[in-house]
């Protein structure tokens, strides 16, 4: 009993720290800015703005779910990111870690490979996929059409690795019934898929909004067959179509950033 309650006063209720949360945003900003730096692209950091290829975007996040369990921090809720004299544009975030700053750290990274890389693409309707191809240099640089308007997928977070990867073009097929529902763009998708031991739980957002419509659009779609696994895919929803450039021997060769992990 004594150590039970030992326990019990070791872990804090689950109080979800309210308003803006300035040093996430501060970690959106200088994560957003090493996609860009990493493309090849200019950009600087100030506070929780970046100046990207002379853009000022602006971060913001939020809390909706937060716990601190002996120490160990799990946190999910949202990251804005406005772009002067342009749209807002809202994406998911999750992140753990042993002590708030480092929960941040690797949270903030994991979210600028798997929403940052369609986000950056999109807004600069990059052809070439910079932002994607500076964290894989050769896999996935595909854009889709979906309700005759481009989707750019992010970087796909895969544990373990997928074999055959992530299949978008099968994915958005089941998914673009549901995009004219969301009104003009730009928006952002967001896929969760998870297996533990057998059972599959999907969780989808759009716009940082729990989003049960579109899971309930992937049904049919085939997910790994194994014990269990993670997986997290973010699509901006944004723009004219686009064709894919020719093959680039300089893009290919392009030495990976913001690599997994962290």
């Not at 070791?10 to 501060?26: F, H, L, M, R, Y």
């Not at 200019?42 to 779910?65: F, L, M, P």
């Not at 490979?113 to 896999?139: C, M, N, Q, Y």
Request: glycine share 12%.
């Amino acid at each position: 009993m004594t150590m039970w309650l030992a326990l019990l006063a070791c872990s804090t209720a689950p109080t979800v720290p309210e308003g803006p949360q300035e040093d996430v945003a501060k970690a959106a900003a200088k994560n957003l800015c090493k996609l860009y730096k990493g493309g090849g692209l200019t950009c600087s950091v100030d506070g929780t703005s970046v100046t990207a290829e002379g853009q000022r975007i602006t971060a913001s996040a939020t809390y909706d779910q937060y716990d601190d369990t002996l120490g160990v921090i799990t946190f999910k809720g949202t990251v804005a990111l406005a772009v002067d004299g342009g749209d807002t544009w809202t994406t998911r975030m999750s992140g753990y870690g042993s002590g708030k700053g480092a929960a941040i750290e690797r949270g903030l990274h994991e979210w600028a490979l798997v929403s940052g890389t369609a986000f950056v693409d999109a807004l600069r309707h990059d052809g070439d996929r910079k932002a994607l191809k500076a964290v894989e240099p050769t896999i996935g640089h595909e854009i889709y059409i979906a309700n005759a308007t481009a989707v750019w997928p992010g970087w796909t977070l895969q544990r373990p690795p997928l074999e055959g990867g992530m299949g978008h073009e099968d994915l958005l097929a089941r998914i673009a019934p549901v995009v004219p529902k969301l009104g003009p763009p730009p928006h952002m998708l967001r896929i969760e898929a998870a297996r533990n031991l057998g059972e599959l739980v999907l969780t989808c957002y759009v716009d940082g909004v729990p989003a049960p419509d579109v899971c309930a659009a992937t049904k049919g779609y085939h997910w790994p067959d194994v014990g269990s696994f993670e997986a997290r895919q973010s699509y901006a929803v944004f723009g004219d179509p686009i064709a894919p450039p020719p093959p680039s021997a300089e893009g290919d060769d392009a030495a990976p950033v913001l690599p997994e992990g962290g």
